[in-house]
């Protein structure tokens, strides 16, 4: 019984902890990019056109008109990933395989090909 009450009063002292929590400073107070062009830990004013830190990339984004196109194909290999030369995974030849690049509103177009000898594959990506 004592667990069905504590449950609302820890959502309620988050709540309240949350609202006592100063809001994050973006940098929105600096109006112009810094030298070269890049955002900074603390600084991030380097937007293309009407685009800032509070757009909703949901709903609203850039068209860039760019269309960046990749082609991967996994192969069995090998490789020395720590040191010691074994049979792995390669893609376009390397462990680790390529570096994608892309600008935010760019349409990105990735054909994978499975090489493997004797498996399926999938791909997941991280930074996007």
């Known amino acids: 019984m004592r667990l069905q009450h ?4 820890l959502s309620l002292l988050a709540a309240v902890t949350a609202s006592k929590l100063p809001k994050p400073d973006h940098g929105k107070a600096l109006s112009s990019c810094p030298p070269g062009g890049k955002n900074r830990p603390k600084h991030r004013a380097c937007w293309k056109g009407r685009y800032d830190i509070d757009t909703d990339h949901d709903t609203d984004w850039p068209e860039t008109g760019v269309t ?3 082609d991967l194909a996994i192969a069995n290999g090998t490789a020395a990933r720590d040191g010691i030369r ?3 995974f390669l893609i376009n030849g390397e462990y680790m395989g390529p570096t994608l690049y892309a600008d ?3 349409h990105v177009e990735i054909t994978v090909t499975n090489n493997l000898q004797d498996n399926g594959t ?3 990506w991280h930074g996007i």
């Open 104 to 106: 935010w509103g760019d």
């Open 86 to 88: 074994r049979q792995t």
């Open 6 to 9: 504590a449950i609302p009063i």
């Open 68 to 70: 960046r196109r990749y």
């Open 122 to 124: 999938g791909i997941h």
